[in-house]
C-alpha cells in the first residue's frame, strides 16, 4: 500500500540518494518479515520507483551507506532482484568494474549465484 502512494507521487519528487534511504528504510526490512516472495519485496518495489527519481545515480548505485550495493537496506537476493527488474545496464555500478564481486559475495559459499 505504501509503495501504492510513493508511486502515485513519486513524479513529485527530486531525491538524493540519502533520501531514498530514509525512505526505504520506512519499509519492512525484507520480504521475509512479511512471509513473501523476494519479488513481492516493498524495499525492491520502492527502489524501482525512486532509482528514476533520484538526482545522483551513480551514489544510488555505489557501495556507499545508501547506495545498492552497501547491502544495508536490500538483501543481496534483493539487490539481484532490482537488477532484473531494472536490467544490468542501468544498475552496472562503473566505478568498481575491476572488482570481482559488485554485489558482495554470500557468507555461505554454497549460496552462491553463478549470475551474481
Given at each position: 500500500m505504501v509503495v501504492k502512494v510513493l508511486r502515485s507521487?513519486?513524479?513529485r519528487l527530486v531525491l538524493t540518494p540519502e533520501q531514498c534511504g530514509w525512505l526505504l528504510e520506512a519499509l519492512p526490512a525484507t520480504a521475509l518479515e512479511l512471509d513473501?516472495?523476494?519479488?513481492?519485496?516493498?524495499?525492491v518495489e520502492a527502489f524501482v520507483v525512486l532509482y528514476a527519481r533520484c538526482n545522483d545515480i551513480a551514489e544510488l548505485l555505489s557501495d556507499e551507506e545508501c547506495g545498492l550495493y552497501s547491502l544495508v537496506h536490500l538483501t543481496r537476493e534483493e539487490v539481484l532482484t532490482v537488477r532484473k527488474r531494472l536490467g544490468r545496464t542501468r544498475t552496472w555500478d562503473i566505478t568498481r568494474a575491476g572488482q570481482e564481486f559488485i554485489i558482495p559475495p554470500p557468507e555461505d559459499p554454497a549460496d552462491m549465484n553463478p549470475a551474481g
Open positions: 507521487v513519486a513524479h513473501t516472495e523476494i519479488r513481492d519485496s516493498p524495499r
